[in-house]
């Protein structure tokens, strides 16, 4: 069964750095998600992508984050420099399309601790 | 305040017995959908409702959607361990294609 891949699975990092987290979705799916989930809390939408377009950043916090799809497959999730307040899972979906009747594929997420 | 408040937001039963958590929002949903999320790992679909009034089940799992399509229940019968986790609903509304989440309700099942 096809799954949507995430790594790493977990990372360690000190605050000031730099870390990337990497999501290869469904094959065939065009729409890609990135969410955060902070411990004890839903998930909440960072980056929609439709294909190679970002079709939705308004929560992204574009002033240290920062997501790229450059071939409309996988993508990238970037953060510098990590702030404490970062330390949460991360979390990347995918869909055939982007209106809400299809469904979301979930990772299994990169849990991301920040120090 | 979130869109959509879930309750309770830890529930903790023995085996065997029933239990209920809801959904609800003063907004109107297009659609809402249930999911289930285990420790490490990311959420699951369960369902998806999208009529007022419509009622779901799936083998011990009942989904109800309210008439006003602005709050949701999901009942589980003779519960088991394999039912812990982390439930939650998520809906779109009707005016764009957004999935928002809500916080979740922790469930845990003891043998």
């Known amino acids: 069964e096809a799954e949507v891949a995430q790594s790493p699975r977990y990372k360690i990092t000190e605050k000031s750095q730099a870390v990337a987290f990497w999501c290869d979705p469904i094959?065939?799916?065009?729409?890609l998600y990135w969410y955060r989930q902070i411990l004890g809390q839903g998930p909440e939408l960072l980056v929609q992508?439709?294909?190679?377009?970002?079709?939705?950043d308004s929560q992204l916090p574009k002033d240290r984050f920062s997501a790229e799809r450059l071939k409309g497959v996988d993508s990238t999730l970037k953060i510098q420099p990590a702030e404490l307040g970062d330390s949460a899972m991360y979390l990347c979906?995918?869909?055939?399309?982007?209106?809400?009747?299809?469904?979301?594929?979930f990772g299994p997420g990169t849990r991301l601790t920040v120090t | 305040t979130q869109l959509l408040e879930q309750s309770p937001q830890f529930l903790s039963i023995q085996e065997g017995e029933n239990l209920t958590v809801y959904c609800n929002s003063s907004?109107?949903?297009?659609?809402l959908q249930w999911y289930r999320q285990e420790p490490g790992e990311g959420p699951v679909l369960l369902v998806t409702?999208?009529?007022?009034?419509e009622v779901k089940k799936l083998k011990r799992l009942t989904f109800q959607f309210g008439d006003a399509r602005k709050d949701s229940s999901l009942h589980i019968t003779a519960a088991q361990p394999g039912d812990t986790g982390l439930y939650l609903c998520?809906?779109?509304?009707?005016?764009?294609?957004?999935?928002?989440f809500g916080g979740g309700t922790r469930v845990l099942v003891k043998p």
């Open positions: 979906a995918s869909s055939l399309g982007g209106l809400p009747t299809y469904e979301q594929y």
């Open positions: 094959s065939g799916h065009a729409t």
């Open positions: 992508f439709q294909d190679e377009s970002v079709v939705d």
């Open positions: 907004s109107v949903f297009s659609s």
């Open positions: 409702v999208v009529t007022g009034g």
């Open positions: 998520a809906a779109t509304k009707a005016a764009g294609n957004k999935l928002t």
